[in-house]
């Protein structure tokens, strides 16, 4: 079965400061992973996704994530994180089979949290 | 293109009652599925229809059960209500065909169930 752990729970850091989020997966095939943002009362947004090819994947808001197979991880990244970046981060596996990919399995998600 | 919307986006029922909610998916898009999101259990997977049949289903007792029409358009009904239901209901579309990108899922607001 597959799954996803997302480490930290909570994050606080400046704005303009570096931020990576982590992200680990245990999927027996090539993985299908994403990261989705909420924003309070929001639903999901897609922020980037990987299922093949280059492992350093952009997606938006300036967000990069890198595929480490070797590691089974799919951590976020943002060069310098704005205020309105604040909000809750998830990490999602599907199988990338057309049977299930679209069954995601999500983290428990990081809730970010940037001071001024 | 519009994005995926959700009705009601906010319901209050009693205990024993049933419910149904409705998403649209994003036009073109054949792949809906439902996802539950709670404090205490995260994001879990509900069921997913693809072409007006289930193709994949999660976790859940038969009191969760949904349906999808011709047009794509998707409702979920929960019969019995139990207080442990009160969640917010988030739905997701894609193309739902072979090929990376297809299963890209894409998230309505959701629908905030509250169960008295």
């Known amino acids: 079965a597959q799954s996803v752990t997302q480490p930290d729970i909570h994050i606080t850091v400046s704005e303009g400061a570096s931020l990576e989020l982590r992200c680990n997966y245990s999927?027996?095939?090539?993985?299908?992973l994403f990261w989705y943002v909420q924003s309070p009362g929001q639903g999901l947004q897609l922020l980037l996704k990987?299922?093949?090819?280059?492992?350093l994947v952009q997606g938006i808001k300036g967000f990069e994530a890198e595929f480490k197979r070797s590691q089974s991880s799919f951590n976020l990244r943002k060069p310098s994180v704005h205020w309105s970046d604040a909000a809750e981060y998830f990490c999602a596996v599907g199988a990338l089979n057309t049977g299930t990919a679209s069954k995601l399995t999500f983290g428990t998600g990081t809730r970010l949290q940037v001071t001024l | 293109k519009a994005g995926v919307t959700q009705t009601p986006r906010y319901l209050i029922k009693t205990r024993g009652q049933q419910v149904t909610l409705s998403c649209s998916p994003i036009s073109g898009h054949r792949s809906v599925s439902w996802y539950q999101q709670t404090p205490g259990q995260g994001l879990q997977f509900l069921f997913e229809y693809f072409s007006e049949t289930q193709r994949n289903k999660g976790n859940f007792p038969g009191r969760f059960s949904g349906r999808q029409f011709s047009n794509s358009r998707s409702e979920m009904n929960v019969s019995t209500l139990e207080l442990g239901d009160s969640a917010l209901y988030l739905c997701a579309s894609s193309l739902g065909r072979a090929g990376g990108t297809s299963y890209e899922q894409y998230f309505g607001p959701g629908t905030r169930l509250t169960v008295t």
């Open positions: 990987y299922f093949s090819g280059d492992t």
């Open positions: 999927y027996g095939a090539t993985p299908y």
